[in-house]
T-cell receptor, first 114, second 112 residues
Framework: ETGVTQTPRHLVMGMTNKKSLKCEQHLGHNAMYWYKQSAKKPLELMFVYSLEERVENNSVPSRFSPECPNSSHLFLHLHTLQPEDSALYLC?????????????FGDGTRLSIL | TQLLEQSPQFLSIQEGENLTVYCNSSSVFSSLQWYRQEPGEGPVLLVTVVTGGEVKKLKRLTFQFGDARKDSSLHITAAQPGDTGLYLCAGNGSSNTGKLIFGQGTTLQVKP
């Protein structure tokens, strides 16, 4: 399914680098999400955007900076990351942020911090 | 804090066997969703259960939502190698921001 596309698929960066993850959804949805998936831990919600407005920031360190320029695009800007930030970063979208809405996920960006 | 606990965490079975995966919480959820994630891909929604006691079937998969809406189960009949993957349950949190709380997942391997 190509409804939610994430780029790049893999990223290796040093702790002093600055990089960005990109997510694009072609489903006409109004809500977009960033999740972190680490080994042996549940998926952790990072940010929620509804109609380009951030509605949830789940106590995420400031070295992660999201940006939602329109309802189809979502970015995650990264700077001065730590080794423990190595993980799979998943983007998702849903029609709205209402309850019981199914979320459609991209295939993720596998991030490795050296 | 709302938490979802899945069991077992790992399951390796032979093709044709039956299995059940459990998703439990001490909190009430307005709904629970089940996703399957294959290596190198994102989770894909299988089903959403909303009403306490609800049972939904998807071919050989049967999903049940507990009467008190605190737990759910996934039963697979006659498992196939194509069922291999990570099964995730997720519940709607108490806020109205589409926040999903995920269990830690059950990794299922079905051997031919």
């Amino acid at each position: 399914e190509t409804g939610v596309t994430q780029t790049p698929r893999h990223l290796v960066m040093g702790m002093t680098n600055k990089k960005s993850l990109k997510c694009e959804q072609h489903l006409g949805h109004n809500a977009m999400y960033w999740y972190k998936q680490s080994a042996k831990k549940p998926l952790e919600l990072m940010f929620v955007y509804s109609l380009e407005e951030r509605v949830e920031n789940n106590s995420v360190p400031s070295r992660f900076s999201p940006e939602c320029p329109n309802s189809s695009h979502l970015f995650l800007h990264l700077h001065t990351l730590q080794p423990e930030d190595s993980a799979l970063y998943l983007c998702a979208s849903s029609q709205t942020t209402g309850k019981n809405q199914p979320q459609h996920f991209g295939d993720g960006t596998r991030l490795s911090i050296l | 804090t709302q938490l979802l606990e899945q069991s077992p965490q790992f399951l390796s079975i032979q093709e044709g066997e039956n299995l059940t995966v459990y998703c439990n919480s001490s909190s009430v959820f307005s709904s629970l969703q089940w996703y399957r994630q294959e290596p190198g891909e994102g989770p894909v929604l299988l089903v959403t259960v909303v009403t306490g006691g609800e049972v939904k079937k998807l071919k050989r998969l049967t999903f049940q939502f507990g009467d008190a809406r605190k737990d759910s189960s996934l039963h697979i009949t006659a498992a196939q190698p194509g069922d291999t993957g990570l099964y995730l349950c997720a519940g709607n949190g108490s806020s109205n921001t589409g926040k999903l709380i995920f269990g830690q997942g059950t990794t299922l391997q079905v051997k031919p």
